[in-house]
């Protein structure tokens, strides 16, 4: 950590200070470490691994203009706490010995009464994946199997436009265009709604994803509906995707579905349950996931958990237990049953720079 004596502090501070636009203009530093100890058998051996698992450093904020726009901005980085590289859930990236990995979210764009409109790396597979997915970044995340089959979790330069709110609903349109390459272009639609009762609320997300796959191959295709319910102590929900002519090979189709539930058991203490299946139309193609946890919050950014993740693969699929979000994937031998225990500790902080 870097300590100012305090004249230096005054001078840097005031000159931050002085320097601000006339117009608002709001900056913050955010970030989450995660890092947890793991047991992975993929279903012919096991070991031990020390894994960062989706930490991430950004910046984010917005400066008002003098007309009704605001611009807005994010520059999000994976960081990898080990240093190990290439696998810390970010994406894959060859950052052996770094800190810093692949890029995650980041754009600058502006906003308004018309909605707003960004420019950058944004999600694909992750605008809906994670609509309901209780084990996001930890072992047994649902993308596991969403994502196994190559709709990407997140696309490079991207423009994407999402409508206001209109009484609870709203509209995000993303577009990835072809560059020279025919046929490559990504077009992503995704439809919320969102509505609170006394003392309950209500998620729907509904997409559609067509990923080019280049001249003279189909198009590969996803759709996906999410649900979740949240009432007190507890939560229920899921989804379904199905995805035709997976990687532009015609008739290859794959329908996923998932399920969960947690349960607050303490102000502290929340357990969780969720299953998984996906199944392809070649044969013994069936994967199935479930994954079990406990998170116990020591405050509103610390939380310690467990999670159990197991998956039964037809010996035509390689699924694994631990991969998406959470780093050191280990990718079993076709129908082998991978499994996986971990426990970690995940921080979260959001302080305001200006």
């Known amino acids: 950590m870097i300590r100012f004596a305090k004249p230096a502090f005054y001078v840097v501070t005031g000159a931050m200070l002085l320097n601000q636009p006339a117009n608002a203009f709001d900056l913050g530093l955010y970030g989450v470490g995660h890092?947890?100890?793991?047991?992975?058998?993929?279903?012919?051996?096991?070991?031990?691994?020390?894994?960062?698992?989706?930490?991430?450093l950004g910046f984010r904020g917005e400066?008002?203009?003098?007309?009704?726009?605001?611009?807005?901005?994010?520059?999000?980085?994976?960081v990898d706490l080990t240093a190990q590289g290439e696998n810390d859930g970010n994406g894959g990236a060859d950052s052996a010995g770094q800190i810093f990995t692949k890029g995650r979210p980041s754009f600058v764009g502006l906003k308004g009464g018309f909605g707003q409109a960004l420019i950058g790396h944004m999600p694909a597979l992750d605008q809906w994946a994670n609509?309901?997915?209780?084990?996001?970044?930890?072992?047994?995340?649902?993308?596991?199997?969403?994502?196994?089959?190559?709709?990407?979790?997140?696309?490079?330069n991207i423009i994407q436009y999402?409508?206001?709110?209109?009484?609870?609903?709203?509209?995000?349109?993303?577009y990835m265009p072809e560059e020279e390459t025919d046929d490559t272009d990504n077009i992503i639609l995704k439809g919320n709604y969102a509505r609170k009762f006394n003392d309950s609320s209500l998620k729907v997300g509904l997409a559609h994803a067509s990923i080019g796959q280049g001249k003279g191959a189909?198009?590969?295709?996803?759709?996906?509906?999410?649900v979740g319910y949240y009432c007190g102590r507890f939560s229920i929900g899921g989804g379904y995707q199905r995805e035709s002519d997976i990687m532009g090979v015609s008739g290859d189709d794959r329908d996923s579905f998932s399920v969960g539930g947690s349960m607050k058991i303490t102000d502290n203490g929340t357990i969780k349950l969720q299953l998984a299946t996906s199944d392809g139309d070649a044969d013994d193609s069936e994967a199935t996931l479930m994954a079990i946890g406990y998170d116990h919050a020591l405050d509103d950014?610390?939380?310690?958990?467990?999670?159990?993740?197991?998956?039964?693969?037809?010996?035509?699929?390689?699924f694994s237990a631990n991969g998406k979000g959470?780093?050191?994937?280990?990718?079993?031998?076709?129908?082998?049953?991978?499994?996986?225990?971990?426990?970690?500790?995940?921080?979260?902080?959001?302080?305001?720079?200006?």
Not at 49 to 54: A, G, Q
Not at 137 to 142: A, R
Not at 218 to 226: D, I, K, S
Not at 340 to 347: E, K, L, P, R
């Open 35 to 56: 890092l947890s100890l793991d047991r992975v058998d993929d279903g012919l051996d096991s070991s031990t691994h020390l894994t960062s698992s989706s930490s991430r």
């Open 63 to 78: 400066h008002k203009l003098k007309s009704d726009l605001t611009v807005i901005f994010q520059y999000e980085s994976g």
């Open 131 to 156: 609509d309901y997915n209780l084990f996001a970044d930890q072992v047994g995340d649902l993308g596991n199997l969403w994502e196994g089959s190559g709709v990407p979790g997140r696309l490079d």
């Open 162 to 174: 999402t409508s206001p709110n209109m009484s609870g609903f709203d509209l995000a349109v993303s």
């Open 218 to 226: 189909e198009e590969h295709t996803a759709q996906a509906l999410t």
């Open 301 to 318: 950014q610390t939380t310690l958990y467990m999670a159990y993740a197991r998956v039964s693969n037809d010996r035509n699929v390689s």
């Open 326 to 354: 959470h780093g050191d994937k280990v990718i079993p031998l076709a129908g082998d049953d991978p499994n996986a225990f971990s426990f970690g500790i995940v921080y979260k902080f959001d302080a305001s720079l200006l």
